[in-house]
């Protein structure tokens, strides 16, 4: 397996990896896709990974900034993440997101949200804070992984193109 930053020659295999990980996935509205196209074409999809297997795009991770009510600055979030089935439960996914949060500690990261299972999630370190929300989300769902000891207090608001629907 080869893990890389996204070309534009990817476009397209992302594209598809995303509709075919998220296509019967139970809390999926089935946007993935458009939320990393609206990403890409807002200029803030600051890490795109793929995972290769045999010149095949069978895996990719998306990381963008999000703002904090706080203030704080320099937090990412995570998402979506995706692998094509028949590749899932191979230690891919567990690969593109190590490799994600080291790609955005070097851009000056001082931490990182998602929307996820915590029993998935926690094995890097994710958690869930009280004082740090995203609003419509249950508490359990919503991690951070802080890179230091400062954890933002407030409501997380990711990138509008979170919302892109086609």
């Avoid at 990980?21 to 795109?48: M, W």
Wanted: some cysteine.
């Amino acid at each position: 397996m080869i893990l890389r930053r996204e070309s534009t020659e990817d476009i397209e295999a992302i594209t598809h990896v995303t509709v075919e990980a998220f296509k019967n996935h139970p809390v999926s509205h089935q946007t993935e896709q458009f939320i990393i196209d609206a990403l890409r074409d807002a200029g803030v999809l600051a890490v795109s990974l793929v995972a290769e297997i045999d010149g095949r795009v069978v895996g990719h991770v998306a990381f963008s900034p999000v703002s904090v009510s706080d203030g704080t600055r320099h937090w990412y979030g995570l998402g979506p993440i995706s692998v094509l089935p028949a590749h899932q439960r191979q230690g891919i996914g567990t690969s593109l997101v190590n490799a994600g949060l080291s790609s955005i500690r070097e851009l000056g990261a001082r931490g990182c949200v998602l929307v996820g299972d915590p029993g998935y999630y926690s094995r890097f370190g994710f958690k869930s804070y009280p004082d740090l929300v995203h609003q419509g989300v249950p508490q359990e769902f919503f991690l951070a992984l802080p890179f230091n000891t400062c954890v933002p207090r407030g409501t997380v608001v990711f990138h509008d193109a979170f919302l892109a629907t086609g």
